[in-house]
T-cell receptor, first 116, second 112 residues
Framework: SAVISQKPSRDICQRGTSLTIQCQVDSQVTMMFWYRQQPGQSLTLIATANQGSEATYESGFVIDKFPISRPNLTFSTLTVSNMSPEDSSIYLC?????????????FGPGTRLTVL | GENVEQHPSTLSVQEGDSAVIKCTYSDSASNYFPWYKQELGKRPQLIIDIRSNVGEKKDQRIAVTLNKTAKHFSLHITETQPEDSAVYFCAASKDSSYKLIFGSGTRLLVRP
């Protein structure tokens, strides 16, 4: 499987500020995704990070709040803008590996965000 | 859009017993169904998956079954061990988007 890293691993931020999370993969991948996992909850897809074009956002998530970049096939960033305590969550990137026609997805280690 | 329901939310079994977790999905176009295991403080790990052209898949103590007609799939863990204790998530996706829609999760506790 691909080796996926995220920075930072955790952060504590003040409300009203913004945080940019980085996701780096050790090999080129076609699809990259960003998920949010609120405490004790399941994973919710925020958006699909498209290389060379604007991200595709899911219902309830907007570009102004969660701008995403995907400059190449191994790297993506997610920014959480104008943060409030409700944004406290774990943010995970995932990458899709197409192998033997199976669309397996693997997750990064996550970024634990606490907003005060 | 796709909706995935997962049951039960918690499951407690005695070591050595079997555990079964069930999921249903709503979008008949979904054709890929992975299962993830998430230990406390860790990332979700893919443990087994199945595609819609297969009815059952096994990997040692873990098996997944799929009923396309009923839009239902299940995870079966036999001879459970304490290290199987974790939260398990089912998910569904389709080739047109590849995005995963997750179930709500099952917290499995294996009692020694």
């Amino acid at each position: 499987s691909a080796v996926i890293s995220q920075k930072p691993s955790r952060d504590i931020c003040q409300r009203g500020t913004s945080l940019t999370i980085q996701c780096q993969v050790d090999s080129q991948v076609t699809m990259m995704f960003w998920y949010r996992q609120q405490p004790g909850q399941s994973l919710t897809l925020i958006a699909t990070a498209n290389q060379g074009s604007e991200a595709t956002y899911e219902s309830g998530f907007v570009i102004d709040k969660f701008p995403i970049s995907r400059p190449n096939l191994t790297f993506s960033t997610l920014t959480v803008s104008n943060m409030s305590p409700e944004d406290s969550s774990i943010y995970l990137c995932s990458v899709e590996r197409r192998d033997r026609s199976y669309n397996e997805q693997f997750f990064g280690p996550g970024t634990r965000l606490t907003v005060l | 859009g796709e909706n995935v329901e997962q049951h039960p939310s918690t499951l407690s079994v005695q070591e050595g017993d079997s555990a079964v977790i069930k999921c249903t999905y709503s979008d008949s176009a979904s054709n890929y169904f992975p299962w993830y295991k998430q230990e406390l403080g860790k990332r979700p790990q893919l443990i087994i998956d199945i595609r819609s052209n297969v009815g059952e898949k096994k990997d040692q103590r873990i098996a997944v079954t799929l009923n396309k007609t009923a839009k239902h799939f299940s995870l079966h863990i036999t001879e459970t061990q304490p290290e199987d204790s974790a939260v398990y998530f089912c998910a569904a996706s389709k080739d047109s988007s590849y995005k995963l829609i997750f179930g709500s999760g099952t917290r499995l506790l294996v009692r020694p």
